[in-house]
């Protein structure tokens, strides 16, 4: 019963005060000329969204940080310290990606242009945040270098390229995610329904699991209070600064219940965004000019086969949560 309430409590409190930070949010980034540039490689009809208020993940990393940190600590009087601390470290690995978001976001600023840092600094940044995050993991609370292989039920020791292997997935899932926020309510969109995912998961598997329950409820009040400022027509974008954060945090939840590969099922469509860039990149190299997709990522693809916006998160977001429901059934 109480983590049914934690979940609630934490769901609602995030949810209002991330809907009430972005009010009072856009118009101090909109003073403060923190617009979004738009690059002119992207889709001509984008342009029009040039001068939107960026690095407005600020308004739902504030009450995530808080909230999930109040939880912790309830969580720690109720179940002890090993029931709470890898909920705060998960929470320090998004608070690692805003931070490293946010420096993207303000080097684009001061630099008045879509590229911030480069790919090679970026890259330093996220595997020193994911090498602290998993030093963590391993020597407070004890995380095995055992991967539990979904679907098999059978679990296969990597002694240390566990770590090598984590390093890579923690990454890879942060750029995924920061790739999938190209367009209003994407990134948004399918992170609450991999928040539902979570939260699904910490009530039905193995028990009651606290922290995921909690992850969860913060997701989905994150995230839903985030959309509505940024669904389409948005009027306020998260960033590097939000899709760095949401994406330590939902490959954290990931380790934190003890299934990091899950998140591969879970947030396929984020590394599908990833893959498609990547594919795109390979063939225009290798035909000398020929393009595989109309534009990449691939939700570019659809906007340039006639998609909306709005149509692309709705079945962005179907897929997702259909990919959790299968999910499920690899807990």
Same mark, same amino acid.
């Given at each position: 019963?109480? #983590?049914?309430?934690?979940?609630?409590?934490?769901?609602?409190? *995030?949810?209002?005060? *991330? =809907?009430?930070?972005? %009010?009072?949010?856009?118009?101090?980034?909109?003073?403060?000329?923190?617009?979004?540039?738009?690059?002119?490689?992207?889709?001509?009809?984008? !342009?029009?969204?040039?001068?939107?208020?960026?690095?407005? +993940?600020?308004?739902?990393? $504030?009450?995530?940080?808080?909230?999930?940190?109040?939880?912790?600590?309830?969580?720690?009087?109720?179940?002890?310290?090993?029931?709470?601390?890898?909920?705060?470290?998960?929470?320090?690995? +998004?608070?690692?990606? +805003?931070? @490293?978001?946010?420096?993207?976001? %303000?080097?684009?600023?001061?630099?008045?242009?879509?590229?911030?840092?480069?790919?090679?600094? !970026?890259?330093?940044?996220? $595997?020193?945040?994911?090498?602290?995050?998993?030093?963590?993991?391993?020597?407070?609370?004890?995380?095995?270098?055992?991967?539990?292989?979904?679907?098999?039920? $059978?679990?296969?020791?990597?002694?240390?390229?566990?770590?090598?292997?984590?390093?890579?997935?923690?990454?890879?899932?942060?750029?995924?995610?920061?790739?999938?926020?190209?367009?209003?309510?994407?990134?948004?969109?399918?992170?609450?329904?991999?928040? @539902?995912?979570?939260?699904?998961?910490?009530?039905?598997?193995?028990? *009651?699991?606290?922290? =995921?329950?909690?992850?969860?409820?913060?997701?989905?009040?994150?995230?839903?209070?985030?959309?509505? #400022?940024?669904?389409?027509? =948005?009027?306020?974008?998260?960033?590097?600064?939000?899709?760095?954060?949401?994406?330590?945090?939902?490959?954290?939840?990931?380790?934190?219940?003890?299934?990091?590969?899950?998140?591969?099922?879970?947030?396929?469509?984020?590394?599908?965004?990833?893959?498609?860039?990547?594919?795109?990149?390979?063939?225009?190299?290798?035909?000398? +000019?020929?393009?595989?997709?109309?534009?990449?990522?691939?939700?570019?693809?659809?906007?340039?086969?006639?998609?909306?916006?709005?149509?692309?998160?709705?079945?962005?977001?179907? $897929?997702?949560?259909?990919?959790?429901?299968?999910?499920?059934?690899?807990?």
């Amino acid at each position: 019963m109480e #983590y049914k309430i934690l979940f609630v409590v934490s769901l609602i409190l *995030t949810f209002a005060a *991330t =809907a009430v930070i972005s %009010r009072f949010l856009i118009p101090v980034l909109k003073s403060r000329k923190m617009g979004q540039k738009i690059l002119e490689i992207g889709p001509r009809w984008h !342009k029009s969204k040039e001068g939107t208020p960026t690095m407005g +993940g600020i308004a739902f990393i $504030v009450p995530v940080i808080l909230i999930g940190v109040a939880a912790s600590v309830f969580l720690w009087i109720k179940d002890g310290a090993e029931a709470a601390t890898p909920l705060v470290l998960t929470l320090c690995l +998004g608070l690692a990606g +805003g931070f @490293i978001g946010c420096i993207d976001d %303000r080097a684009k600023l001061r630099n008045k242009r879509n590229e911030g840092l480069t790919a090679p600094q !970026k890259f330093l940044l996220q $595997v020193i945040a994911a090498a602290l995050y998993l030093l963590g993991m391993r020597f407070i609370c004890n995380m095995s270098t055992e991967l539990y292989i979904p679907y098999f039920n $059978v679990t296969w020791d990597m002694g240390i390229f566990f770590y090598l292997f984590a390093l890579i997935l923690i990454c890879g899932m942060m750029n995924s995610v920061n790739l999938t926020d190209g367009i209003d309510g994407l990134a948004s969109g399918i992170t609450l329904v991999v928040g @539902i995912f979570f939260a699904v998961a910490g009530f039905t598997s193995f028990g *009651t699991d606290g922290r =995921a329950v909690t992850l969860g409820g913060l997701l989905i009040g994150g995230t839903a209070g985030f959309l509505i #400022y940024n669904f389409y027509p =948005a009027r306020v974008f998260m960033g590097d600064t939000g899709s760095l954060f949401l994406g330590g945090l939902i490959v954290g939840g990931a380790f934190m219940i003890k299934n990091p590969l899950i998140i591969v099922v879970a947030g396929l469509v984020y590394i599908i965004e990833t893959l498609s860039v990547m594919l795109q990149v390979a063939y225009f190299k290798l035909t000398h +000019g020929k393009r595989l997709f109309k534009m990449s990522p691939i939700h570019h693809h659809f906007e340039q086969c006639g998609w909306s916006e709005i149509k692309i998160v709705a079945v962005f977001s179907s $897929v997702t949560a259909l990919l959790c429901v299968a999910a499920f059934f690899g807990l």
